[in-house]
DNA sequence: GATGCCAGTTACCTAAAGGATGCCAGATAT
DNA sequence: ATATCTGGCATCCTTTAGGTAACTGGCATC
C-alpha cells in the first residue's frame, strides 16, 4: 500500500511529456530546417543551402512531416513555374525559447569542448 | 562581391550551434534517462522502471554514453554484491532549462492535440 | 540547342538504433 | 529450497533514418 509513491508518478509523467517533444522534432535535420525557414528562407533551395549537407530527398520528407505537425505552411503560388513558399506557422513559435537554449547550449558545450 | 550576407553566416552559425546540441542528446532516450536520474533514480533497475519500455541492453549503452559526455557519474561500491550508483553531474544541469522548456512544450502540445 | 534552375520524386542501399531473449552470480526474501 | 532481485553482457533480429544517384518537366538563359 505504501509503494505508491506520488513523485515517482510525477517523474513519469515529465519524462512522457519529454517523450511527446522528442517525437515531434527528432532527427538531425527537424530543428535546424525550422531554424532557416523561421528565419526567412522561404524557398526550398534556399532552405536546402542554409541546411548544410541536407539532401533534397530528405528535406522533402522532412518539411513534409513538418506540415503535418502544424509547424511550417507550404503555400504554391500559381506562377510559371509554380512557387513555392515555406513559413514557419505561429505554432512553431512556442517552440522559440526552447530552440533558443538549444542553440546557446551548443554554444557553450562547443566552447567547452574546444578548451580540453 | 555583394553575395555575402552576414546574417546568412550567422543564420548557418546558429543552425551548427542546433546541431552540436542534437549531437549529444540525440536519440529517443538520452534527455529520458537525464531526466530520471536527476529525479533520484540513482540505480540502474530504478532508472529502467522509469523510463517506460528502455531494454537493460540500450539502457546500457546510454549510460555509458552519458556517461562519456559527462552528463552522468558512474559509481562502484565495493560492498557485496557491488552497488552501483548514477548520478547527473553539475555539467548536466546547464542542461535544466532546456529539459524544462522541452517538458513544458510537450505537455502543451499533448493537451494541443487532446482538444482536436 | 545545350545547359542550368526550380521543386521535387523514385528506387536502391547502408549504418545505426532499437527490440527480444536468455544468461550469469551473489544475495535476499518466502 | 526456490523464487526473485541486482547490474549488467551476448546474440540475434527488425526497423528506420538517412544517404546516393538518377530523373522529371516546364521555363529561362547562353
New binding site residues.
Partial sequence: MPDIQPDKAAVAQQIRHLQDTLYVV????KLPILVAVHQGNS????IQRSVQ??????L?????ALEQNKLVV?KVYDT???????TTSSYCDTLQTMILEMIAWGKNHHDRIREE
Fill in positions: 527528432n532527427g538531425k535535420w524557398r526550398f533551395r534556399d549537407g541536407i539532401t533534397t530527398k530528405v522533402s520528407m522532412e518539411l513534409k507550404r510559371s513555374p509554380p512557387t513555392v513558399e515555406y
